[in-house]
């Protein structure tokens, strides 16, 4: 994500960034990738393989759960998820090219996951990029707690 992370920015076409992704890879972008890319971006939040598979087999196409799999992998590498790590077992994924940085609040006693706003990380990752020479991409922050016993 560019310096002003207040504001999401898509830099280039989601779809473009995917493409040429796949073509770096050796890969054809097909119905099944393109409906994957879609069902991803209309989740807000948190979301993971099996709520994808499950909303595209609704759209009608059949798609195996390798090809998902595959997919979300291929969308994580191209910079457009981010896998959340909740404990060993369970990951998740987020949509981060284009949005706003989304910091997660992790209860491990419940394993829910509370998306939290910091806005304060901003200007400190900035910071941290420009003491570096670097650009700014975005960022993950993620506490983890339990509630008050």
């Known amino acids: 994500m560019p310096p002003d992370a207040g504001e999401p920015s898509i830099i280039e076409p989601l779809c473009?960034?995917?493409?040429?992704?796949?073509?770096?890879?050796?890969?054809?972008?097909?119905p099944e990738r393109a409906q994957?890319?879609?069902?991803?971006?209309?989740?807000e939040g948190l979301f993971d393989a099996e709520a994808i598979t499950a909303s595209v087999?609704?759209?009608g196409l059949r798609v195996s759960k390798a090809?998902?799999?595959?997919?979300?992998?291929?969308?994580?590498?191209a910079g457009v998820i981010q896998r959340v790590m909740l404990d060993r077992?369970?990951?998740?994924?987020q949509v981060v090219y284009g949005r706003a940085p989304s910091d997660l609040l992790i209860l491990l006693?419940?394993?829910e996951a509370i998306q939290i706003s910091?806005?304060?990380?901003?200007?400190?990752?900035?910071?941290?990029?420009?003491?570096h020479g670097v650009l700014p991409q975005g960022?993950?922050?993620?506490?983890?707690?339990?509630?008050?016993?």
């Open 89 to 93: 077992e369970q990951a998740l994924y």
């Open 118 to 131: 910091v806005p304060e990380l901003a200007a400190i990752r900035d910071a941290v990029c420009a003491r």
């Open 139 to 149: 960022h993950r922050f993620q506490v983890f707690a339990t509630r008050n016993a």
């Open 36 to 43: 994957v890319l879609a069902t991803v971006l209309e989740f």
């Open 16 to 30: 473009a960034v995917f493409r040429r992704k796949l073509r770096a890879e050796g890969l054809k972008y097909t």
């Open 57 to 59: 087999r609704t759209s």
């Open 109 to 111: 006693d419940t394993g």
């Open 67 to 77: 090809t998902v799999y595959r997919t979300v992998r291929l969308l994580q590498d």
